[in-house]
């Protein structure tokens, strides 16, 4: 009897301790499942929106390289814009007009010389009869500018048409302007006939052209044997380089071609035509 009492007791203690042992593992795999569900949770989701939002942050930057590719360049390395580049050439260049000293290198050479067909003789011996070193060409290219002129100003001697001019130009007038570590260029519009009244965008940035007065005038002082009945000049390719250096202004290069019709009168009318390419820079300038 107590032996079958004490196996009694032994099996009882055994499914007590095999119930205390499921109770474990049950909570345990509870515990376990949060932890799981913790795993797989929305925050994984809401990562992906954080990449999403880097490449927000992406676009963001190529909205800065849109900014560094048009006006934020100029700015990063001191070039002007049009706008701000025509109020500073106007400006400098009055102060250099007024009391600047510079370097002057003009060159005009002919690229048709003056052709007025079979007068040419006719008119060179008007001319030689007056003076014998002179002809058509050196006289007519003299007004024109043909030759070159050198010097420093104002030490050497300068006409007015070939010196610094204060210049009037409006943005509109710069044509193909670029601008690139202080060096500014620019074209001008052809011109016909222009006059020093700053009507057109030749005529408000330099003086280097001829009239019709002036060549009658050339005409009248060499000769009363040869009159100018009319004149046609068209100016055209013309370009222009403007170099800056701690704000200011240190050297203008132009260029341009000029193509010229001329109706003149000596026994009788003469019509005659010439073309020529001028080139001038202005260097070493001082204040």
């Given at each position: 009897?107590?032996?079958?009492?004490?196996?009694?007791?032994?099996?009882?203690?055994?499914?007590?301790?095999?119930?205390?042992?499921?109770?474990?593992?049950?909570?345990?795999?509870?515990?376990?499942?949060p932890e799981e569900t913790t795993a797989v949770d929305a925050p994984v989701a809401d990562e992906t929106t954080v990449?999403?939002?880097?490449t927000v942050a992406d676009e963001t930057t190529v909205a800065?390289?849109?900014?560094?590719?048009?006006?934020?360049?100029?700015?990063?390395?001191?070039?002007?814009?049009?706008?701000?580049?025509?109020?500073?050439?106007?400006?400098?260049?009055?102060?250099?007009?007024?009391?600047?000293?510079?370097?002057?290198?003009?060159?005009?050479?002919?690229?048709?010389?003056?052709?007025?067909?079979?007068?040419t003789n006719v008119l060179n011996k008007i001319i030689k009869g007056i003076d014998?070193?002179?002809?058509?060409?050196?006289?007519?290219?003299g007004?024109?500018?043909?030759?070159?002129?050198?010097?420093?100003?104002?030490k050497d001697e300068l006409s007015e048409n070939y010196r610094v001019k204060a210049t009037a130009l409006k943005e509109s007038d710069l044509g193909s302007f670029k601008a690139e570590n202080g060096v500014y260029s620019f074209t001008l519009a052809n011109a016909t006939n222009p006059k020093k009244t700053n009507a057109t965008p030749l005529s408000r940035f330099t003086n280097d052209?001829?009239?019709?007065?002036?060549?009658?005038?050339?005409?009248?002082?060499?000769?009363?044997?040869?009159?100018?009945?009319?004149?046609?000049?068209?100016?055209?390719?013309?370009?222009?380089?403007?170099t800056v250096a701690d704000g200011k202004i240190v050297k203008i290069d132009y260029t341009m071609a000029f193509e010229a019709t001329l109706a003149l009168k000596a026994v009788f009318t003469i019509n005659g035509s010439g073309a020529a390419v001028t080139k001038g820079t202005f260097s070493d300038i001082k204040y």
């Open positions: 009897m107590k032996k079958l009492l004490a196996i009694l007791m032994a099996l009882t203690l055994v499914l007590s301790l095999a119930a205390c042992g499921g109770k474990d593992d049950v909570e345990e795999t509870t515990t376990a499942a990449a999403d939002e880097t800065g390289e849109t900014t560094v590719a048009g006006e934020t360049t100029a700015a990063s390395t001191g070039d002007m814009t049009k706008a701000e580049f025509v109020e500073f050439i106007n400006a400098q260049t009055a102060v250099i007009a007024k009391s600047g000293t510079y370097n002057f290198n003009r060159n005009c050479s002919y690229t048709s010389p003056i052709d007025v067909g079979s007068a014998k070193n002179s002809d058509l060409d050196s006289v007519v290219g007004f024109l500018g043909i030759g070159t002129k050198t010097g420093t100003y104002p052209f001829i009239t019709h007065e002036e060549v009658v005038k050339g005409i009248a002082d060499f000769t009363s044997a040869i009159k100018v009945n009319s004149t046609n000049v068209n100016y055209k390719n013309i370009k222009v380089t403007v």
